[in-house]
C-alpha cells in the first residue's frame, strides 16, 4: 500500500500569513498514463471534507486562488498564500493512482495564531 | 447541485449488522463511481471502498473486506454499504463520496460500536 506522510500535523499561522504543507509518497504517484493523482482536501470543524486540488495542482471550482497545489514523483504541496480564518481545519493529502486501497495523509491541523 | 445525504447510522452492538445508505441527486448518479470513507472520531480518514458505475466492479480496504458488502441502485440514485459483523474500531461516521476522486462528499452517518 502506498503510505502519505504529511508534514507538519499541526501549523500555526497568523492571518494574512502563508502557510505550507508537506505530503510525502512511499512510492511515485505517477501513473501508466502520465497523470499524478494527487488530491488534497480540507475538513472545517464539524464538517465533512471539501475537495480542495485534483491532480496535484487544478483548483476545484469555487476554491480562492489562494490555494496552490504543486509537486511531482513523491514530493507534493500545498499552499495558501495568505491565510483567512475560514481556512482554519484539517487538511488532507490523498492519492487514488496506485490503488485500492485508496489511501489519505493522517492530516495536517492549521489553526490561527 | 451535487447532493450526497447519507443515512443508516446508529448505535449496534459488536457483532451487529447496519445497513448505510446514500440518496444522491443533482447529477447523474448512474455515470458516476462512488465511495465510501469513514473516519473514526477525532481522528482521520479511511477510505472503505469503491464501486463502479454499474456496479459490476467493486474494492474494499483490508480492514473490512468480507464483512462489509457495497452496492448501488442506479433507478433509485442510491448508494449503500452493508456493515456486518461490527467491531468497536467500526465506530466513526461513515461518508458517500463521488468519483473515484472524491469530488464531493456528503454531511456522514455516524456508526457506533459498543456494548
Known amino acids: 500500500d502506498v503510505v502519505m506522510t504529511q508534514s507538519p500535523l499541526s501549523l500555526s499561522v497568523t492571518l494574512g500569513q502563508p502557510a505550507s504543507i508537506s505530503c510525502r509518497s512511499s512510492?511515485?504517484?505517477?501513473?501508466?498514463?502520465?497523470?499524478?493523482?494527487l488530491n488534497w482536501f480540507h475538513q472545517r470543524p464539524g464538517q465533512s471534507p471539501r475537495r480542495l486540488i485534483y491532480k496535484v495542482s487544478n483548483r476545484d471550482s469555487g476554491v480562492p486562488d489562494r490555494f496552490s497545489g504543486s509537486g511531482s514523483g513523491t514530493d507534493f504541496t500545498l499552499k495558501i498564500s495568505r491565510v483567512e480564518a475560514e481556512d482554519v481545519g484539517v487538511y488532507y493529502c490523498m492519492q487514488n493512482t496506485h490503488w485500492p486501497p485508496i489511501t489519505f495523509g493522517q492530516g495536517t491541523r492549521l489553526e490561527i495564531k | 447541485e451535487v447532493q450526497l445525504v447519507e443515512s443508516g447510522g446508529g448505535l449496534v452492538q459488536p457483532g451487529g449488522s447496519l445497513r448505510l445508505s446514500c440518496a444522491a441527486t443533482g447529477f447523474t448518479f448512474s455515470a458516476s463511481n462512488m465511495n465510501w470513507v469513514r473516519q473514526a472520531p477525532g481522528k482521520g480518514l479511511e477510505w472503505v471502498s469503491w464501486?463502479?458505475?454499474?456496479?459490476?466492479?467493486?474494492h474494499y480496504a483490508d480492514s473490512v473486506k468480507g464483512r462489509f458488502i457495497i452496492s448501488r441502485d442506479n433507478a433509485k440514485n442510491s448508494l449503500y454499504l452493508e456493515v456486518n459483523s461490527l467491531r468497536d474500531e467500526d465506530t466513526a461516521v461513515y461518508y458517500c463520496?463521488?468519483?473515484?476522486?472524491?469530488?464531493?462528499w456528503g454531511q456522514g452517518t455516524l456508526v457506533t460500536v459498543s456494548s
Open positions: 512510492q511515485s504517484l505517477v501513473y501508466t498514463d502520465g497523470n499524478t493523482y
Open positions: 464501486i463502479s458505475t454499474s456496479g459490476g466492479a467493486v
Open positions: 463520496a463521488k468519483g473515484t476522486w472524491h469530488e464531493n
